[in-house]
């Protein structure tokens, strides 16, 4: 039986060094500057992502992957399986999701695939993303793999704050926390991905007072499998964060991540997050 076949997308924020050791197809998703149009990690990585919003008057966008994306990438594996997993970013986020099933209903007869909604997005999804591929890698079938990568889904957890309210409202990612724009001047509002959803978690005054949640947040957790903690712009931040987490997780073990150019846009620059990942019993 060949090993499984472990397709994400790049909004995972999973380094190419992973993604090549764990065999992992990355299908990217688009950042739009005007007329111009860039391949997450591909085109454009967050480095360069974030110093271009920064001399850009141009607001990007994003969008998908196409159907045609997933079927190509679909189709290449599928020479050299008959299992593919597939594993994307939360459905309540962007239609990634939607385009891989589509991708899948095309192409029944040739491969079994299944696609999976993580309702998460960057490292959420990239834990779930990683340890699936290595299960594949142990030669783990395509039923253990998903049954594994769905189990990890409701363990995972994802908690950032935002510098500013701005690229969240412009796109249209805020969910169920829209009510509370209108309230927010001179706070910096917490958010937590609640099943695929962005929800407002607290309001605290400060940028200090944020990242003092994050580290409670984290604490708070009687078992701890893995964290990540997320940044753009701020990596000093990030790895003083981490030193406090040492005190009861190793700072060694915790993977300090940028995120990517397409949550860059509906985050700007300056947010920060942590992920935990609980694991299963």
Do not use: W
Request: hydrophobic content about 40%; proline content about 4%; overall charge negative.
């Amino acid at each position: 039986m060949a090993q499984v076949k472990i397709v994400t997308d790049s909004t995972a924020d999973l380094p190419f060094s992973i993604t090549k050791k764990l065999d992992i197809t990355v299908v990217p998703l688009n950042v739009h500057f005007g007329n111009e149009t860039y391949r997450e990690r591909q085109d454009i990585d967050e480095d360069q992502f974030f110093a271009r919003l920064s001399q850009s008057g141009a607001q990007p966008h994003t969008s998908p992957p196409s159907l045609g994306d997933f079927q190509e990438a679909y189709t290449r594996l599928a020479q050299l399986t008959d299992s593919i997993l597939s594993i994307h970013l939360s459905s309540k986020l962007s239609g990634t999701y939607a385009a891989a099933r589509g991708a899948r209903d095309a192409l029944r007869d040739r491969c079994e695939i299944v696609v999976i909604d993580s309702t998460l997005a960057s490292l959420g999804l990239g834990f779930i993303v990683t340890e699936a591929a290595r299960a594949a890698q142990e030669g783990q079938p395509l039923e253990e793999v998903a049954r594994l990568a769905r189990g990890m889904v409701l363990q995972t957890h994802v908690l950032f704050f935002v510098d500013s309210l701005e690229y969240l409202q412009r796109g249209g990612r805020i969910g169920k926390a829209q009510a509370i724009l209108g309230t927010m001047l001179n706070v910096k509002p917490l958010f937590r991905l609640d099943l695929g959803e962005i929800t407002l978690y607290e309001k605290v005054r400060t940028r200090a007072k944020a990242t003092e949640r994050l580290y409670e947040f984290v604490a708070d957790f009687p078992r701890i499998e893995k964290i990540a903690i997320l940044y753009s712009t701020t990596p000093n931040e990030a790895h003083s964060l981490a030193r406090r987490v040492d005190a009861f997780y190793p700072m060694d073990r915790i993977f300090m991540g940028k995120y990517g150019p397409v949550l860059g846009t509906h985050l700007g620059p300056g947010a920060m997050g942590v992920v935990v990942y609980e694991g299963q019993d």
